[in-house]
């Protein structure tokens, strides 16, 4: 498994070519405070790079939920409906958002891999 991340701090895992899990990084939801409610996207709808797949509510602030790559959400953390604080407690696993199925691999050589994330983390 591979882990690749976006400027706007979204984290991907490349699992296999049938479909990638995303999520936010613990620096985005350390940055949030606490979760108070994740809008998780529709399975089934069709996304392009850099669009907005949902929304991340939290006591401080709201945010948008960018796609790191182009695809269609094949499935959506249910658990997350119920527990939206599964994003600050475990943001890198139970905390994930929606899994997708790639449109375009190609899109993955425009992220980050773990050492250029943290060069980002601080630079800022």
């Not at 991907?12 to 994740?38: K, P, R, S, W, Y």
């Not at 959400?73 to 199925?101: Q, S, Y």
Request: aromatic share 8%.
């Amino acid at each position: 498994m591979t882990t690749m991340y976006t400027a706007d701090h979204e984290w991907i895992n490349i699992e296999d070519h049938e479909a990638a899990t995303v999520g936010i990084t613990n620096h985005a939801q350390d940055a949030l405070g606490d979760v108070v409610f994740v809008d998780l996207p529709e399975v089934g709808r069709s996304f392009k790079k850099g669009d907005v797949a949902g929304v991340v509510e939290s006591v401080k602030a709201a945010a948008d939920l960018f796609m790191p790559v182009g695809g269609e959400i094949v499935e959506v953390n249910e658990a997350l409906r119920d527990n939206p604080g599964l994003v600050n407690t475990d943001p890198l696993g139970n905390g994930w958002f929606f899994k997708v199925h790639v449109a375009d691999m190609g899109e993955f050589d425009h992220l980050m891999d773990g050492p250029s994330y943290d060069k980002l983390l601080k630079s800022a």
